[in-house]
């Protein structure tokens, strides 16, 4: 079976956005390296600067079947865009909806408040304090 999990890029702030989303969905990580952890050979072959060795290289945390992933992009890189897609979270409740979405949007920016829609599912968008486009949906029971 094909499996496709979300991998985020961040400008440095990858361990406080995965600190923030364990908060809002709780669990374990299932990684977490940070630059420093990569033998010190590679990191001068990729470029990687000393003053970046605190950063992520790589965080997982799972989320239901899947695994939310990201890391921060070193200046050899470039800065990463975040935008132009949307995470979206299917929810077994409408509490719960309620639950991730209030905690998503702290500090972040409502784009679409949570509400019944026509297609038969609780639903709203936001902006997390990272810049993350988040859809929450739970989708109503067909009767």
């Excluded at 499996?3 to 908060?23: Q, R, V």
């Excluded at 990729?46 to 695994?67: A, Q, R, T, W, Y």
Aim: cysteine-free; hydrophobic content about 35%; overall charge negative.
């Amino acid at each position: 079976m094909i499996k496709i999990n979300p991998y985020l890029a961040f400008n440095g702030e990858a361990e406080e956005a995965f600190n923030f989303y364990k908060s809002v969905f709780g669990g374990e990580f299932s990684s977490f390296q940070k630059f420093k952890d990569v033998p010190e050979a590679d990191r001068k072959k990729g470029g990687i600067k000393d003053s970046e060795s605190e950063k992520i290289i790589n965080v997982g945390l799972p989320i239901g079947n899947e695994v939310l992933m990201a890391s921060d992009s070193p200046e050899s890189m470039g800065k990463p865009k975040i935008g132009g897609f949307s995470i979206s979270v299917e929810t077994d409740s409408k509490e719960e909806a309620e639950k991730i979405y209030k905690g998503l949007s702290t500090g972040g920016k409502i784009t679409m408040p949570l509400g019944d829609t026509f297609w038969g599912a609780y639903y709203g968008m936001l902006t997390d304090k990272f810049g993350v486009h988040w859809m929450v949906s739970y989708t109503y029971p067909k009767k």
